[in-house]
């Protein structure tokens, strides 16, 4: 079945790059997508790349997706401390309104 | 605002106890998912609709149970609660076939 799997926390200084890491099993996966949780709230779209893209960069995210190695990586350039947040990445499969499976989610603590 | 509206945002009752979650897509959108989150847990998916039909089952228990209106609203229905259903629900709804999940604020449900 599908497996989707994350380090549980990063620490990054304030001012440097994060980069939070995902792999999952399921070479039918499409659609990979990264959603931030702060303490109390949804889960919120950050971005999102298709299987047949190497890269996508949106201001100040990066995501890199190597589809041999089925890794996934969501770089933060310039981390703020509102950036301390749990993330998620996600994938799901193309057609008929598939499941989407979850990571366990990256907890990032920017220090200051 | 992602446009999902879940109700209520908090909810406490006591072990034994029957509730209900609702939940409102956001316009247009026919399919609605429901994810668990406990706490220092990833989100386990439960259930899915898509046009007031049942779509796929994930971790769901027999005790909770589904359904998705013809107005697209759906309800999560949790019955004979234990202390352990304590966690939070989010309902999270999805235009297009391919097109990512827009999450609720989601209903923190805790049992005593």
């Avoid at chain 1, 960069?57 to 995501?63: A, G, I, M, N, W």
């Avoid at chain 2, 847990?41 to 027999?62: H, S």
């Amino acid at each position: 079945g599908e497996d989707v799997e994350q380090s549980l926390f990063l620490s990054v200084r304030e001012g440097d790059s994060s980069v939070i890491n995902c792999t999952y099993t399921d070479s039918s996966s499409t659609y990979l997508y990264w959603y931030k949780q702060e303490p109390g709230a949804g889960l919120q779209l950050l971005t999102y790349i298709f299987s047949n893209m190497d890269m996508k960069q949106d201001q100040r995210l990066t995501v890199l997706l190597n589809k041999k190695d089925k890794h996934l990586s969501l770089r933060i350039a310039d981390t703020q401390t509102g950036d301390s947040a749990i993330y998620f990445c996600a994938e799901t499969a193309r057609g008929g309104y598939q499941k989407v499976t979850f990571g366990t989610g990256t907890k990032l603590q920017v220090i200051p | 605002d992602s446009g999902v509206t879940q109700t209520p945002k908090h909810l406490i009752t006591a072990t034994g106890q029957r509730v209900t979650l609702r939940c409102s897509p956001r316009s247009g959108d026919l399919s609605v998912y429901w994810y668990q989150q406990s706490l220092d847990q990833g989100l386990q998916f439960l259930i899915q609709y898509y046009n007031g039909e049942e779509r796929a089952k994930g971790n769901i228990l027999e005790r909770f149970s589904a359904q998705q209106f013809p107005d697209l609203h759906s309800e999560l229905n949790l019955s004979s609660l234990e202390l352990g259903d304590s966690a939070l629900y989010f309902c999270a709804s999805r235009g297009g076939d391919n097109s990512p999940l827009h999450f609720g604020n989601g209903t923190r449900l805790t049992v005593t």
